[in-house]
Protein backbone atom coordinates (compact mmCIF):
# COMPACT_ATOMS: atom_id res chain seq x y z
CA UNK A 1 0.00 0.00 0.00
CA UNK A 2 0.84 3.73 -0.65
CA UNK A 3 1.33 5.84 3.04
CA UNK A 4 0.27 8.66 1.67
CA UNK A 5 -2.85 7.37 -0.43
CA UNK A 6 -3.55 5.09 3.11
CA UNK A 7 -3.41 8.17 5.11
CA UNK A 8 -5.80 10.01 2.66
CA UNK A 9 -8.28 7.28 2.99
CA UNK A 10 -8.11 6.47 6.32
CA UNK A 11 -9.79 10.47 6.76
CA UNK A 12 -12.03 10.29 4.19
CA UNK A 13 -13.88 6.99 4.58
CA UNK A 14 -16.10 6.79 7.49
CA UNK A 15 -15.25 2.78 7.92
CA UNK A 16 -11.86 3.99 9.50
CA UNK A 17 -13.80 5.69 12.45
CA UNK A 18 -16.37 3.42 12.50
CA UNK A 19 -15.16 -0.01 12.12
CA UNK A 20 -13.31 -2.22 14.50
CA UNK A 21 -10.84 -5.33 14.76
CA UNK A 22 -10.27 -6.45 17.87
CA UNK A 23 -11.03 -3.35 19.82
CA UNK A 24 -8.27 -1.24 16.89
CA UNK A 25 -9.70 0.68 13.94
CA UNK A 26 -9.57 -1.06 10.25
CA UNK A 27 -6.84 0.46 8.76
CA UNK A 28 -6.19 0.71 4.49
CA UNK A 29 -2.93 -1.89 5.34
CA UNK A 30 -5.16 -4.25 7.05
CA UNK A 31 -8.13 -4.29 4.26
CA UNK A 32 -5.19 -4.50 1.75
CA UNK A 33 -4.34 -7.95 3.60
CA UNK A 34 -7.24 -8.36 3.74
CA UNK A 35 -8.44 -8.18 -0.53
CA UNK A 36 -5.64 -10.14 -1.14
CA UNK A 37 -6.70 -13.27 0.95
CA UNK A 38 -10.45 -12.95 -0.17
CA UNK A 39 -9.29 -12.99 -3.70
CA UNK A 40 -7.58 -15.88 -3.44
CA UNK A 41 -9.98 -17.79 -2.35
CA UNK A 42 -12.23 -16.52 -4.53
CA UNK A 43 -10.18 -17.78 -7.82
CA UNK A 44 -9.49 -21.03 -5.79
CA UNK A 45 -13.40 -22.02 -5.54
CA UNK A 46 -14.65 -20.12 -8.66
CA UNK A 47 -12.02 -22.59 -10.55
CA UNK A 48 -13.66 -25.38 -9.10
CA UNK A 49 -17.47 -24.22 -10.17
CA UNK A 50 -16.96 -24.07 -13.38
CA UNK A 51 -19.82 -26.36 -14.28
CA UNK A 52 -22.17 -24.82 -11.71
CA UNK A 53 -23.75 -21.63 -11.80
CA UNK A 54 -22.90 -19.44 -9.31
CA UNK A 55 -24.14 -16.46 -7.08
CA UNK A 56 -21.27 -14.09 -5.56
CA UNK A 57 -21.56 -11.97 -2.87
CA UNK A 58 -18.87 -9.81 -1.64
CA UNK A 59 -18.90 -6.30 0.17
CA UNK A 60 -16.75 -4.06 -2.13
CA UNK A 61 -18.02 -3.85 -5.66
CA UNK A 62 -16.46 -5.91 -8.45
CA UNK A 63 -16.40 -3.41 -11.15
CA UNK A 64 -15.49 0.31 -11.46
CA UNK A 65 -18.80 0.16 -13.08
CA UNK A 66 -20.84 0.01 -10.00
CA UNK A 67 -19.34 3.13 -8.56
CA UNK A 68 -21.37 6.34 -8.67
CA UNK A 69 -19.69 9.52 -9.93
CA UNK A 70 -22.22 12.07 -9.11
CA UNK A 71 -19.96 13.11 -6.40
CA UNK A 72 -16.67 13.65 -8.88
CA UNK A 73 -14.29 12.53 -6.54
CA UNK A 74 -12.71 9.76 -8.33
CA UNK A 75 -9.35 9.65 -6.27
CA UNK A 76 -10.28 6.96 -3.89
CA UNK A 77 -12.02 4.81 -6.16
CA UNK A 78 -10.17 1.51 -5.27
CA UNK A 79 -11.80 1.84 -1.42
CA UNK A 80 -15.08 1.51 -3.17
CA UNK A 81 -14.60 -1.34 -6.21
CA UNK A 82 -12.02 -3.30 -7.75
CA UNK A 83 -11.56 -4.39 -11.09
CA UNK A 84 -12.75 -7.76 -11.65
CA UNK A 85 -14.46 -6.85 -15.57
CA UNK A 86 -12.48 -9.62 -17.14
CA UNK A 87 -12.65 -11.95 -14.24
CA UNK A 88 -16.53 -11.73 -14.61
CA UNK A 89 -16.74 -11.75 -18.34
CA UNK A 90 -14.04 -14.88 -18.12
CA UNK A 91 -16.25 -16.79 -15.42
CA UNK A 92 -19.39 -17.04 -17.02
CA UNK A 93 -20.84 -19.70 -14.72
CA UNK A 94 -21.27 -16.43 -12.40
CA UNK A 95 -25.14 -15.33 -12.94
CA UNK A 96 -25.36 -13.19 -10.28
CA UNK A 97 -23.04 -10.62 -8.11
CA UNK A 98 -24.26 -9.19 -5.43
CA UNK A 99 -22.31 -6.49 -3.46
CA UNK A 100 -22.43 -3.95 -0.73
CA UNK A 101 -20.40 -1.09 0.18
CA UNK A 102 -21.41 1.74 -2.25
CA UNK A 103 -24.60 3.52 -1.01
CA UNK A 104 -26.27 3.67 -3.91
CA UNK A 105 -28.56 1.14 -5.77
CA UNK A 106 -27.55 0.02 -9.05
CA UNK A 107 -28.54 -3.25 -11.39
CA UNK A 108 -26.66 -3.91 -14.56
CA UNK A 109 -25.61 -6.64 -16.59
CA UNK A 110 -21.85 -7.37 -17.88
CA UNK A 111 -21.20 -10.15 -19.94
CA UNK A 112 -23.81 -13.13 -18.94
CA UNK A 113 -23.67 -11.94 -15.21
CA UNK A 114 -26.24 -9.56 -13.32
CA UNK A 115 -24.44 -7.49 -10.80
CA UNK A 116 -26.87 -5.77 -7.91
CA UNK A 117 -25.64 -3.38 -4.92
CA UNK A 118 -27.18 -4.21 -1.76
CA UNK A 119 -27.06 -0.07 -0.67
CA UNK A 120 -27.86 -0.49 3.22
CA UNK A 121 -25.64 2.73 4.41
CA UNK A 122 -24.22 3.86 7.73
CA UNK A 123 -26.47 3.73 10.72
CA UNK A 124 -28.42 7.35 10.77
CA UNK A 125 -28.35 7.57 7.22
CA UNK A 126 -31.75 7.46 5.50
CA UNK A 127 -33.13 3.78 5.67
CA UNK A 128 -32.89 2.18 2.47
CA UNK A 129 -35.74 -0.68 3.24
CA UNK A 130 -37.94 0.59 0.94
CA UNK A 131 -35.86 -0.75 -1.88
CA UNK A 132 -37.35 -3.36 -3.89
CA UNK A 133 -34.93 -5.06 -6.35
CA UNK A 134 -36.75 -7.37 -8.54
CA UNK A 135 -34.21 -10.27 -8.16
CA UNK A 136 -35.80 -11.08 -5.18
CA UNK A 137 -35.04 -14.16 -5.74
CA UNK A 138 -32.15 -15.67 -7.72
CA UNK A 139 -33.05 -18.59 -10.35
CA UNK A 140 -30.20 -20.47 -11.05
Known amino acids: TNNGMDYLISRWAQDFSQITRIDQYISPGYLAGEHKSCMNFIHMTINKLVNFRTV ?3 HHAP ?3 C ?10 DDFFAVDLDNF ?16 HRKIFTMGDT ?7 GYPGQRDHATWTCKYGRFEI
Open 56 to 58: MVT
Open 63 to 65: SKS
Open 67 to 76: IDYTSGDRCV
Open 88 to 103: ILNNRQIKYWVYGHNH
Open 114 to 120: VVISNAK
